[in-house]
């Protein structure tokens, strides 16, 4: 198993990438109640498998970043405080197009969560079965 991360070649990103663009392009502003996860949550909860492969694949270039592995705890925690912060107290706060909403940053967080699963299940099986 190949336990180096492909950053925006990773396949996390390039499938929440296009589920992404599939939700911007198809669903977003639908008035049908239908689809009112994909309006208001959808992008919410890739934040984190979309944007953090790009910081760090930007970190790598800029050598900030000197390995290849997986995501660490603290560089998908920091960007998802940062965001928080920034989404959903000083943006709402500042500009009048966005509101304030405590369920997107719990979203965030659990896109945070499988995405940290997701990118460390190989770890996970290799220390489940190490002798």
Do not use: Q, R, T
């Given at each position: 198993m190949d336990m180096k991360f492909k950053y925006i070649f990773d396949p996390l990103f390039l499938f929440s990438i296009t589920l992404y663009s599939?939700?911007?392009?198809?669903?977003?502003?639908?008035?049908?109640?239908?689809?009112?996860?994909?309006?208001?949550?959808?992008?919410?909860?890739?934040?984190?498998?979309?944007?953090?492969p790009i910081i760090l694949f930007l970190s790598r270039i800029l050598k900030f970043r000197e390995y290849y592995s997986y995501p660490k705890y603290l560089e998908i925690v920091i960007p998802l405080v940062i965001w928080s912060v920034a989404f959903e107290i000083i943006g709402p706060f500042y500009f009048t197009k966005g509101t304030s909403d405590p369920i997107d940053v719990l979203v965030y967080c659990i896109g945070g969560l499988i995405s940290w699963i997701i990118w460390h299940q190989g770890t996970f099986v290799k220390s489940f079965f190490r002798k």
């Open positions: 599939i939700n911007k392009c198809f669903f977003s502003g639908s008035e049908n109640w239908n689809y009112a996860f994909c309006n208001y949550y959808l992008n919410d909860l890739l934040l984190v498998p979309v944007l953090v």
